[in-house]
């Protein structure tokens, strides 16, 4: 915990809030990847200090395939650490890869059934947003889900702050996320048993799935 403080105070604008996602925020992210039969692959992207990793990681099998993606180099260390100690046990037969870097310069060729994002989108800027929901796009497999969250009513206030300092930076993103919640999202779920208050989306990228 004091870690993932830390690091909020360093980096505000990649890190996205004080406190690490809560159990019932994982569970509502990852529902689906539950009810899997068979191996699947898994993309954590922004796993931070591991929260929701950790309820990921519950329901591996033994052949099984995740990816942390993680560009805060000590939220790296963490994850490395854990793997090596609280997570060994869980992980046998998993072959699990931790990657130092940006979900966009993850190499191409890789595919997975399950994306899992902890990205603070409503923090960037439209390119970078942009960005992410192609790179989404990019490593999904056609049947495959994506779930990410973001704090209730915080997209919303950040477009109308930045609108009454003179930028059009949080209306961008809005319309941008928003465009694109309309077309692919299938399913959300409220949680407000987090710090703050969260919503879990759920989305198919692909018209054949």
Known sequence: MLDFIRQFGQNRQEVGSLFP???????????????????????????????????????????DELWLVEA???????????????????????????KRCYLEHLKEGLSFDYIVSGLPLNNFEPPVVQSILQSYMRLLKPKGYLSYFEYLGVRKLRSLVTRLI?????????????????????????????IPPAVARHFQLHNEA
């Not at 996320?177 to 779920?189: C, N, S, Y």
């Open 21 to 63: 996602s809560s159990q019932f925020l994982a569970d509502a992210l990852i529902w689906r990847l539950k009810k899997h039969q068979g191996n699947k692959a898994i993309l954590e992207v922004g796993p931070g200090t591991g929260a929701v990793t950790n309820r990921i990681i519950m329901n591996l099998v033994p052949g």
């Open 166 to 194: 003179g930028s059009t930076t949080g209306t961008q993103v809005n319309q941008i996320l928003e465009g694109f919640i309309k077309e692919r999202q299938i399913d959300t779920k409220i949680v407000f048993l987090n």
């Open 72 to 98: 805060n180099p000590r939220f790296c260390e963490i994850l490395e650490e854990k793997r090596q100690t609280v997570w060994k046990q869980s992980l046998t037969g998993v072959t699990v890869h931790i």
